[in-house]
């Protein structure tokens, strides 16, 4: 599905050149859920927009090969990469409001999504598609959501109806930038259990960024563990518990265990 190789990037600022993404290589299959977990600055979120050629930076130089579904990523032309985004692969962002527009109606944004890539050519279809969308992540009263405005929103609300957009096309990966950050405990549950229901249902393969190992202990099959831009560790989620080889990953777990006693 996913195949990343001696992934590098590069960010120029006024003092030079730096490398925050070094060497990076894994892979993902179809229907399979990864965390990609590390502290804060260790350049996961560089990496993944990396991945899903959304570079964070104009300034970034990207370097490698990125493999999504037989199409090598950062070769594509902005009109290639078009056709990947939506159809392909959805992408989840940190801050679910900064995803959705702040004036036009929901029902419009999703009608702009769909009739981009070919899939309505109407109103009454967006509003199919789109509803049927809204119900799959578990949103009560979807009619409602969809005649409204993102500021009309609570915040789990708000990463839901991303998650209905990033998911409306149907594809095969999303990539979950730290998609629980900004809620409350209870909420956190149920967006990762919506995604745990695409994959479930759907054989999407999921890419979930977090610095939580909870959640990747109850949710994930495999992690890669980041630190200073390089993969120190990969695996299976149940060896990693088990038997980490890395110091910087018994680190974190030994943080991990300190947090939730």
């Known amino acids: 599905m996913l195949t990343v190789e001696d992934l590098n990037v590069d960010y120029t600022t006024r003092s030079g050149t730096k490398r925050v993404v070094h060497n ?10 990864v965390g990609l977990v590390g502290e804060s ?3 996961k979120s560089a990496a993944m927009h990396a991945v899903a050629g959304l570079p964070r930076s104009v300034k970034a130089t990207i370097t490698g090969r990125v493999t999504l579904d037989s199409k090598d990523v950062l070769t594509a032309s902005s009109r290639e990469m078009k056709k990947v985004h939506g159809p392909v692969l959805g992408f989840i ?3 679910p409001f900064g995803c959705l527009h702040p004036i ?5 944004q999703f009608h702009l999504i769909l009739t981009t890539h070919g899939r309505s050519h109407s109103r009454a ?16 009263n979807p009619q409602r959501v969809l005649s409204g ?7 789990g609300m708000a990463q839901r109806v991303v998650i209905a957009m990033a998911t409306v096309l149907k594809p095969r990966l999303l990539i979950a930038d730290e998609p629980t950050t900004a809620l409350d405990p209870t909420v956190q549950i149920q967006i990762l259990e919506v995604l745990t229901e695409l994959r479930q249902t759907q054989n999407v ?15 994930c099959q495999q992690v890669l563990v980041m630190k200073d831009g390089r993969l120190v560790e990969q695996g299976g989620v149940q060896k990693l518990f088990t ?3 890395h110091p910087y990953t018994r680190e974190l777990l030994l943080e991990t265990a300190g947090a939730t006693s």
């Open 24 to 33: 990076m290589g894994f892979a993902i299959e179809d229907g399979q859920m």
């Open 104 to 108: 036009q109606s929901i029902e419009k």
């Open 205 to 219: 393969a999921v890419l979930v960024v977090t610095h939580d190992l909870g959640i990747v202990a109850n949710y």
């Open 243 to 245: 038997a980490p080889e």
């Open 149 to 155: 405005h993102a500021h009309q929103l609570s915040g």
């Open 125 to 140: 279809q967006t509003r199919e598609l789109a509803l049927a969308a809204l119900d799959s992540v578990g949103i009560p």
């Open 93 to 95: 962002g940190q801050n």
């Open 41 to 43: 600055g260790s350049g």
